[in-house]
């Protein structure tokens, strides 16, 4: 993607001066380099002061933001003449912090300026970034260094699942919604999870074991709404520690991207006595993409879990067996259907989980976030209480913040 951010100058009414997005993958050993390109949009030659210095603040991981001033080009006058019609590129560059790990947020300061996001490489490989970075510097007009960016910023850089939080670090996991519905009792439900990325590698691509190993903790409940003083019915409680990577680089003709996790999980409700619930397990999940990532694409994504422990719901296999498969449709900019998929090891014991989403900003304007939620489950054991307990379906309705 190629995106401009436009600003007006004091000393020319009619110039304005614009951000090139930098690559999405930087060389650690390469400064980071921004761009400004100031432009003479009147009929007339324009003189525009130049600053020789231009500050940002950069995010990295879980850190608080960190101010960093880059220099201009030396061969670039305090002062530039431009004729009608006429730009001029002016770079600013300076030295990668030491402490500058994974994927970078970089906030201008002074100017309004959206924030821009860049994944810094530490690693060998690092060739095809430099490569990059010569072609946008080469070209000759505004159109040429629009197409050489997003060039530039077409590189395989690994992200995460969904939304990237405190620059590649903390994200969100499992899908984050409240929705409420009724069929018998007025039965809301919500969902909270994030996980943590233990160790950000030098190499965004690294596969290593411990560059990859992430803590995730995820918390559902169901609150009866229509009970005297609308208790909670049960909560779960899902703490994990697993190996996780989106993209495992693995290619086939069958499919467009291969990811996988593996760890251990444990899961309960916190309570004692006969309505105790706890089972540890633990699991791989491989996870197949189809299609055009940025359009409408199908991903199919088994969890395989072995019961590790089990007290209170010895039984459990019975009614949850031991996959859980997930499949999901749809776009990332528009709606998706997600459906899991249970089926108990005796009889025909099981269920089935849907959830329809589609981004609020396509319905009442861009400024909203999150999603309408609509959920359908039916089945054994929508919450681990009543594992082995068989309810009336229920459709709810409400809103989400990550699917």
Same mark, same amino acid.
């Given at each position: ?8 100058? $004091? ?63 030396? %061969? ?28 970078? %947020? ?203 422990? %089990? ?9 949850? $067996? ?58 054994? $054991? ?22």
């Amino acid at each position: 993607m190629f995106l401009v951010f436009g600003l007006s100058t $004091g000393t020319a009414a009619h110039a304005t001066v614009a951000m090139l997005q930098p690559a999405r993958e930087a060389a650690a050993t390469q400064p980071l380099e921004l761009t400004l390109l100031y432009t003479d949009d009147d009929k007339k030659p324009l003189t525009v002061d130049v600053p020789k210095q231009l500050s940002v603040r950069l995010t990295n991981g879980d850190l608080p933001p960190a101010p960093l001033v880059l220099a201009r080009d030396p %061969k670039t006058p305090d002062r530039l003449r431009l004729a009608p019609g006429q730009y001029r590129r002016v770079r600013y560059s300076a030295p990668w912090p030491d402490s500058a790990r994974g994927t970078i %947020k970089i906030d201008p300061v002074g100017f309004d300026a959206s924030p821009m996001l860049v994944t810094l490489n530490r690693g060998e490989d690092q060739m095809q970034v430099v490569a990059a970075e010569k072609r946008e510097t080469q070209a000759a007009t505004p159109t040429q260094l629009a197409s050489a960016a997003a060039v530039a910023n077409t590189s395989d850089v690994p992200t995460t699942t969904t939304d990237t939080m405190l620059s590649g670090r903390f994200s969100t996991f499992e899908p984050i919604y409240f929705a409420d519905g009724r069929n018998g009792d007025n039965l809301a439900k919500f969902q909270f999870s994030f996980k943590y990325r233990l160790h950000l590698p030098d190499d965004p691509r690294s596969r290593g074991f411990l560059d990859n190993l992430y803590f995730a903790y995820t918390q559902t409940s169901i609150w009866n709404l229509s009970a005297p003083s609308a208790p909670f019915r049960d909560t779960s409680y899902q703490p994990q520690l697993f190996y996780y990577v989106q993209d495992t680089g693995w290619k086939s003709p069958l499919f467009t991207r291969m990811g996988v996790a593996a760890g251990i999980g444990h899961e309960s409700n916190g309570r004692s006595g006969p309505e105790s619930r706890a089972i540890n397990i633990a699991f791989v999940r491989p996870t197949w993409d189809f299609g055009d990532l940025n359009s409408n694409h199908l991903t199919l994504s088994p969890k395989f879990y072995y019961y590790l422990s %089990k007290s209170g719901n010895e039984d459990i296999e019975d009614y949850r $067996g031991y996959v859980d498969f997930l499949v999901k449709y749809g776009s990332p900019d528009s709606w998706q259907l997600a459906t899991t998929l249970r089926k108990g090891t005796k009889h025909w014991y099981g269920s089935v989980e849907s959830q329809l989403t589609y981004p609020l900003a396509k319905l009442i304007g861009s400024a909203w976030g999150g999603y309408l939620f609509a959920s359908y489950f039916n089945g054994y $054991g929508e919450d681990i209480l009543d594992y082995n307990q068989r309810h009336h379906w229920i459709a709810r309705i409400g809103y989400s913040i990550a699917r």
